[in-house]
């Protein structure tokens, strides 16, 4: 069925202007090269394939050809022959160079892919002040040149998936060998190659297919660090990287894992151990500081010492308000302008912070229509929300603001001890991919504790955390 | 199933919740009681109750920061009387706007004649109530109540910052309700600190004339009855046996009294200690302290460091003398105020068994205390 | 791993036993102990460690399947089923006495005028929701508590040691007669002697080599706590006063007025005491479970789990509104030695095997 292959090819082509079809006449046949210009490497192209199939048409022979063509030596580039034919319109729309030899139903490809892509930037989310300042892009091949600038070891492995009906996304699985667990490489292979949907733009999309109970809270570390990347693949998890989205998900992850930042491996192990402690305390701030002062205030005075009690219910004396109700007033405004903030044009930024700040904040309080105290209490746990380096995990520890308030302001301190114990029960029953959530703290295991709310130096740092690795021996 | 049950669980507490919230109590609907006054009241077998609470509607932040300042007294006193106190707090607190919250009580003062009737009925109405601080500071009133309650505080914003201090700042004892009850349930007794009132004249206008209260001595109880007051000098080595005493200074004088110094005691504690013997139980009271000088005028010029023997000897003459008397004093009345009835029933099991049920008795009679002092000399002063 | 595992209960049952130690039985003691518990306390915890014995020793002849499952093969099905029963009703009912005096506890003290029925849905709903997840989370989660808790227990001590008056010491070791021995002795071991529950870890967690050891260095712990307690209780207050005290530590607290947010934060070390009652309370609901399935043969606990708690506050319901009858119940002679009785299984079931097991072979033979 002589060009039928190649019929179905132009036909499935059709209305793409931006489609070249370029013949090269090879000994009196037709050899057709199919292309996207805007998406592959025009250079290289014309260098490696045109150059010489122009040179065949001038003085070679068919047969010749022929043979070196389906030996594979016929350029110095390397090509492969397409078994099923009709699989060649999807390669032509992926970036890739396909060869048509005339009268058969012979295709080839070149992996000429080249898309429009930026330099390797700086991070903009992760900021460090000492240390790499590389981050992913969006172009898969920069990404895993990166890595493999990291980890120069033949165990490095990675596994390559097509994800999406008319995506086609490339989606790469990379860990080292022998040191994840097996259940999570089995889960996220069975889940991935399971996976069927129309498209995929961003990692988010493939995460949320893997979540198994309903939970709020992130099983997946989002990054677009190399270096954390890096690490993490040393301590034995799994790292999963998509073409086009310049983050890069690990898993399996731990509460812990969550709370850590890249900035505290390039500071000394005191002022990250500080840090992190700091860290630590703000983020269960940001959870429980209004719901806390809300049930204080109003079922317990007698905790706050008498005279920070005096202050605060002077202030309290002209607000319309329950403590309960100007809680949420204040949380639900600063909500808004944090999600105002996000859209707000930059030379306009400044003008509108100045705003909310004054506006809210100072006029509110001299209005009579909010306390002081209300005030400070919600800034003091908006700035602790934005302490958390996950901004996943920043998002659910804002949403869970809201229900502690309410437990907080009807019930007292015992709803905030009902919330605190059922939120501590959920975290300490929740998976990532087996590992325990809130390890080391539930289940206790002591020696991982070296790197969860203190940072110790390297040097005592010498065993992997059982949550992640099958190994655990010596790794300094 | 589980979940669905429990989301409605959940949902039903929310509800219920927003509904009736039955103990919450908005910070700007409290008064919060800084200090309670307990009198006798006018009719016999009545109580008259007073509360002192600081008023937040007149404590602006400024005024706050500025100190009391303005026209407006920033603190309130409400009086009523009833047969028991909880039914004067009844009578309070309907005539109120707000919720009374006796949870910050700092001070209970109770005036003499009430404490000679005996504070049983505070103590257990203080036991049972759970809102109330056991560790309120107790102080008496000798004179009228009405008039230490009314003191004008000069130094500070509230009254009852002023009688707190009384009882926190060292100069007398700082008995709390929680060592009475102690004392009480165990039959013994204790001291108290007594203050006074005076009138002077107002720093700001010299025509208007205000009241002062300062501490005039101890006040001595033998089971939550008043019996007796000890004056200022003697009632400092009352305290200084229960080792909360600060920066004493005493006046001593040799050569007849043409020498005399001045010592500040830098550092004193007490310690109590008993010894069976054939006789009965002999009780020690060990008195230390370290003393500087701070004025010295010897009839002779000698230096200091020649005469610090005769002026140590001097002290240790004086301080002994007046423990000798405040304890004599609460012997003849019956009151164990260095609670030495506890060291016999640590020490001495048996013996106490057969003396506690008539222990006033026996400790009047019986009981010799000594007092061994131990005092050194830890600077000159600024001069030799 | 297993050396990991043994810690792991250990830590467990510090915390498990925690609450009990640390707030509910002190009152009781003091109540009866005038100036000799020491020696009630020592004694009692000793005699603990008896019990403690045979359960590691009735839980290590299976160790991986449960004590309901196997304990009709050492007893016979009839008074095996009869004890599971027994066990089954106790569990609830202790269940019920922590909710009402959690209820009254908070209740009286922080929360007037909340009826008490609100509370106790509330911790209801609470226990409902964290037994269903297992004995595993309920014991890695007392892990997670174990470090706070131990730092919260220095704490009270050391709010405890403040006004302790130390003079007071030499009394504990004058005072000695037999009748407040033994009544020490029996309060101390009717509490200290819980471990009949802890033969519901298994499956999840195995009793093995040294087990008993790490078990036992728990129960020291306890009694620490528990002596510790019931030492400054009597230095702080004096035995005439302590004995009329409900809650010691309440007492404590309410006696610093000092201005300082350490002082004032006794509501926050309430709610890690609170944390561990509700452990020891959604464990127990757990053996109760696990002995119901054993009469449905392991179907419907979806039913078993909100049923046996409805029944719990249930009871704590009742008590509520009969406060008198709750008192004489819970200070009764009766409920001592109901508690002892049950607490004693493990005796039973252990010195029974040890009669009958002669061999490693006996197992198979009996199925």
């Known amino acids: 069925m002589k060009g039928t292959a190649l019929d179905i090819l132009k036909q499935q082509l059709k209305d793409s202007p931006d489609l070249v079809c370029q013949p090269f006449l090879i000994d009196g046949r037709t050899c057709t090269l199919f292309y996207i210009p805007s998406i592959v490497d025009q250079a290289m192209l014309q260098k490696n394939i045109a150059r010489f199939l ?82 992913f892009i969006e172009d898969i091949q920069s990404n895993l040149s990166l890595l493999r600038h990291k980890i120069r070891h033949p165990k490095l492995k990675m596994k390559e998936y097509t994800i999406g009906e008319y995506t086609n996304t490339l989606v790469y699985v990379v860990y080292i060998e022998g040191m994840p667990k097996n259940e999570v490489l089995a889960e996220i292979d069975s889940k991935l190659q399971s996976l069927s949907i129309d498209g995929i733009f961003g990692i988010g999309y493939v995460v949320e297919h893997f979540k198994e109970s309903s939970t709020p809270f992130p099983i997946f570390q989002y990054t677009e660090r190399p270096d954390a990347v890096a690490a993490s693949l040393l301590e034995g998890r799994v790292c999963i990287l998509m073409d086009g989205a310049p983050n890069a998900v690990i898993a399996p992850v731990t509460l812990f894992s969550l709370l850590q930042a890249s900035e505290d491996y390039f500071q000394s192990p005191f002022a990250a151990s500080w840090i992190r402690m700091v860290r630590f305390a703000f983020s269960l701030l940001s959870i429980l500081l209004p719901s806390l002062y809300v049930a204080i205030t109003t079922f317990h005075p007698q905790v706050l010492p008498a005279h920070l009690l005096i202050t605060i219910a002077s202030a309290r004396e002209r607000i319309p308000f329950s403590a309960l109700t100007e809680a949420l007033l204040m949380e639900l ?33 001299q209005a009579g229509i909010v306390s002081a105290p209300m005030v400070i209490v919600v800034s003091i746990t908006g700035v602790a929300s934005y302490i958390i380096p996950h901004l996943e995990l920043g ?82 | 199933m589980k979940t669905i049950l429990l989301k409605i669980g959940l949902i039903a507490i929310i509800l219920c919740s927003i509904t009736g919230c039955w103990s919450k109590v908005e910070l700007d609907q409290r008064i919060f009681v800084n200090g309670l006054f307990v009198d006798v009241g006018e009719e016999p077998g009545t109580v008259k109750v007073s509360i002192s609470t600081p008023l937040t509607n007149r404590l602006d932040s400024d005024q706050l920061s500025g100190g009391g300042g303005g026209k407006d007294k920033p603190y309130s006193l409400i009086t009523k009387q009833s047969t028991s106190i909880g039914k004067a707090l009844e009578y309070i607190h309907k005539d109120l706007s707000r919720q009374l919250s006796l949870s910050e009580i700092k001070v209970v003062m109770i005036s003499e004649q009430y404490g000679e009737e005996g504070i049983g009925d505070l103590l257990e109405w203080i036991k049972r109530e759970p809102d109330v601080p056991i560790g309120a500071y107790l102080l008496v009133a000798s004179g009228k109540l009405d008039d230490a309650a009314h003191l004008t505080p000069i130094f500070e914003q509230l009254p009852t910052t002023v009688l707190l201090s009384f009882a926190t700042q060292g100069y007398m004892l700082n008995t709390t309700i929680r060592d009475c009850i102690v004392a009480d349930a165990a039959g013994l007794g204790y001291a108290a600190t007594l203050l006074q009132n005076d009138k002077i004249h107002s720093a700001a206008d010299a025509h208007k004339s205000e009241t002062w209260t300062g501490i005039k001595g101890a006040a001595l109880f033998q089971q939550g009855r008043l019996k007796g007051t000890l004056p200022y000098e003697e009632a400092k080595t009352i305290a200084w046996a229960h080792g909360h005493l600060k920066f004493p200074i005493y006046s001593v004088q040799w050569d007849h009294g043409k020498s005399k110094a001045d010592l500040k005691f830098t550092y004193t504690n007490g310690k109590t200690s008993v010894r069976m013997t054939p006789n009965g139980p002999v009780f020690t009271v060990h008195l230390k302290g370290r003393a500087s000088i701070i004025a010295k005028k010897d009839a002779s010029h000698r230096d200091v460091k020649d005469i610090s023997g005769t002026i140590m000897n001097q002290m240790r003459e004086t301080v002994s003398e007046d423990f000798r008397k405040s304890i004599a004093y609460s012997q003849q009345i019956g009151a164990d105020v260095l609670q030495l009835g506890f060291l016999l029933e640590w020490n001495a099991p048996q013996y106490w068994q057969q003396v506690k049920g008539k222990w006033p008795e026996h400790y009047k009679k019986d009981a010799e205390v000594r007092v061994v002092t131990k005092l050194s000399l830890d600077d000159y002063g600024k001069e030799y | 791993m297993t050396s990991n595992n043994n810690w792991r209960l250990a830590r467990f049952a510090f915390v498990y036993f925690n609450s009990q130690a640390s707030i509910f039985l002190i009152p009781e003691l003091v109540s009866t102990s005038s100036y000799q518990g020491i020696a009630g306390i020592v004694f009692g915890s000793l005699l603990g460690f008896i019990i403690l014995f045979y359960v590691v020793y009735v839980g290590k002849l299976q160790p991986a399947s449960s004590w309901v499952t196997f304990g009709n093969r050492i007893m016979g099905k009839g008074i095996h089923g009869a004890f599971v029963v027994m066990l089954l009703a106790w569990t609830v009912y202790y269940a019920s006495y922590d909710i009402q005096s959690f209820v009254l506890f908070f209740g009286t003290n922080y929360l007037k005028g909340t009826p008490p029925w609100f509370i106790q849905l509330v911790i209801s709903l609470v226990i409902l929701y964290v037994v269903q997840l297992g004995a595993r989370t309920l014991v890695y ?37 037999l009748p407040t021995f033994f009544s020490n002795t029996m309060a101390t071991f009717s509490v200290v002697s819980e471990w009949v529950v802890f033969l519901f870890l298994a499956p999840e967690f195995t009793f093995g080599k040294g087990t008993f050891a790490k078990l036992a260095v728990a129960s020291v712990g306890n009694s620490l706590v528990l002596l510790s307690g019931w030492m400054f209780t009597l230095l702080n207050f004096s035995p005439h006063y302590a004995k009329q005290i409900q809650y010691p530590f309440l007492e404590i607290i309410r006696g610093k007025i000092d201005d300082g947010l350490l002082e004032n934060s006794a509501p926050f070390l309430i709610g890690v005491w609170t944390a561990s009652m509700l452990i020891h309370c959604s464990f127990l609901i757990y053996a109760g479970t696990k002995c119901m399935s054993y009469f449905t043969k392991g179907k419907g606990e979806g039913i078993i789990v909100p049923s046996l708690t409805l029944v719990s506050a249930g009871i704590a319901f009742y008590y509520t509104y009969h406060l008198s009858a709750y008192q004489k119940h819970y200070f009764s002679i009766i409920t001592v030695l109901v508690w002892i009785f049950i607490e004693l299984i493990p005796l039973y079931y252990g010195i029974v095997a040890m009669l009958r097991i002669r061999s490693k072979k006996w197992w198979s033979e009996q199925s």
């Not at chain 1, 295709?107 to 900021?127: M, P």
């Not at chain 1, 909500?335 to 809210?360: D, F, H, Y």
């Not at chain 1, 809201?402 to 605190?420: E, N, Q, V």
């Not at chain 3, 470090?147 to 004058?174: D, G, S, W």
């Open chain 1, 333 to 365: 405004t600063f909500e808004a302008l944090r999600e105002a903030g996000m859209r707000i044009p930059k030379p306009v930024g400044q003008t509108v912070s100045i705003i909310g700040g004054i506006v809210i904040g100072q006029a509110a309080v």
């Open chain 1, 395 to 476: 998002l659910i520890f804002r949403m869970l603001r809201f229900p502690f308030l309410i437990l907080g302001g009807s019930m007292g301190l015992i709803g905030i001890f009902a919330g605190t114990f059922v939120l501590y029960a959920h975290l300490v029953h929740l998976r990532s991919f087996g590992a325990p959530y809130l390890q080391p703290v539930a289940p206790l295991v002591l020696s991982d504790w070296k790197d969860t709310l203190l940072r110790l130096s390297s040097p005592l740092m010498n065993k992997r955390s059982s949550a992640f690795s099958r190994i655990r021996h010596r790794r300094r």
């Open chain 1, 54 to 135: 122009l040179a065949e048409s001038r003085t070679g022979s068919w047969d010749a050809f022929r043979r070196n063509l389906q030996q594979g030596t016929a350029f110095p580039v390397v090509y492969h022959a397409i078994s099923d034919p009709e699989e060649a319109p999807v390669l032509v729309v992926q970036g890739k160079a396909v060869l048509h030899v005339d009268q058969t139903d012979d295709f080839y490809y070149f992996d000429t892919v080249q898309y429009q892509k930026r330099s390797i930037a700086e991070s903009q989310n992760e900021l460090v002040v000492t240390g790499p300042q590389e981050a």
């Open chain 3, 141 to 177: 989660m007392s892990e997670g508590l174990f470090l706070l808790i131990f730092a919260t227990t220095l704490l009270i001590t050391y709010f405890y040691a403040e006004n302790a008056n130390v003079h007071m010491l030499p009394a504990f070791f004058r005072y000695f007669d």
